[in-house]
């Protein structure tokens, strides 16, 4: 409840993706990891896709847990990247892929390319959690309905961030 949940950010694609349990989502790695500095939090990079079932599955039954979905609204900056979205890019922002070697034209591709290439991994749902320069501080999660599990990687990425530690 600090001033910075009041703050109404437009977002980039903000107008082609909507989040999920009506948590405040960024669907731009750049411009989430920039919010994440300026309100001192982790960002928690949330790899999904339009078509992924098990992604949804984790919203339903683990992200929706009282307690979790209570620490993702007051603890992360949160950013959706779907990596199956078919939106072109504008040519100025195409690229050759790092992991690929081909060049990236939609923005579905940039995102995997961005997780197969700094995670070595094109699984969803797949999450990382990061420091202010972008290295991982909690190792990551994928699909496993155990809220358990997925509030001690949330615990990890936490206390990683305020210890200054990474992975």
């Not at 950010?9 to 500095?37: I, M, R, S, T, W």
């Not at 001192?40 to 683990?62: I, W, Y």
């Not at 990236?104 to 202010?132: E, S």
Request: aromatic share 10%; net charge neutral.
């Amino acid at each position: 409840t600090g001033s910075e949940s009041s703050v109404t950010v437009n977002k980039k694609y903000g107008d082609k993706f909507h989040a999920p349990l009506g948590l405040d989502v960024f669907f731009d790695y750049e411009e989430a990891l920039a919010h994440a500095k300026a309100v001192g939090k982790p960002l928690l990079l949330d790899f999904t896709g339009h078509a992924c079932v098990n992604c949804r599955k984790m919203e339903n039954q683990v992200w929706s847990r009282p307690e979790i979905l209570a620490r993702l609204n007051s603890e992360f900056v949160i950013v959706s990247l779907y990596v199956d979205d078919k939106t072109d890019l504008p040519e100025s922002e195409r690229f050759i892929g790092k992991s690929s070697g081909t060049k990236i034209k939609t923005l579905g591709a940039k995102w995997g390319d961005l997780q197969a290439a700094r995670f070595n991994t094109n699984a969803q749902p797949y999450y990382v959690i990061v420091d202010h320069q972008g290295n991982s501080i909690a190792g990551s999660a994928s699909y496993d309905p155990d809220e358990a599990i997925f509030q001690s990687f949330l615990n990890k990425g936490v206390s990683n961030f305020k210890s200054g530690a990474t992975k």
